[in-house]
């Protein structure tokens, strides 16, 4: 096995994230995301962040890491998060999903584990 991909439907997010994230410019996410990287073994090369600004919280995101990828994609307007996260080596890929779950705090998930390699 190369590494894991997982593929996230992240549904019925409170409308709360979403004005959260507009707010501080997704601050909040971005440290969630690059504290939770270190924290499973990912080394963070660069990221960027699109705030579509409407709908409030509409936003794309790319991290770069030395093991792959992460990528989130939001449509507020539909409570909804598509994230995708490709990482090869000894990181932990799901731990790392299930801590930005727990930011997101969604009512319903739909997640595909796919073994690459």
């Excluded at 439907?9 to 270190?38: A, G, R, V, W, Y």
């Excluded at 598509?82 to 299930?98: H, I, K, P, S």
Aim: aromatic content about 8%; proline content about 3%.
């Amino acid at each position: 096995m190369i590494g894991n991909h997982i593929i996230v439907d992240i549904h019925e997010i409170p409308n709360e994230i979403f004005l959260k994230m507009s707010e501080d410019k997704f601050t909040s996410l971005h440290q969630c995301i690059s504290t939770n990287l270190k924290k499973h073994g990912m080394n963070l090369i660069n990221y960027s962040i699109k705030d579509f600004e409407n709908p409030l919280g509409a936003f794309t995101s790319l991290y770069l890491l030395s093991e792959s990828h992460l990528s989130l994609h939001s449509w507020p307007e539909l409570n909804y998060i598509a994230l995708d996260c490709f990482t090869c080596g000894a990181c932990d890929t799901n731990q790392l999903v299930e801590d930005i779950l727990s930011y997101l705090n969604p009512g319903k998930v739909k997640k595909q584990v796919i073994l690459r390699g």
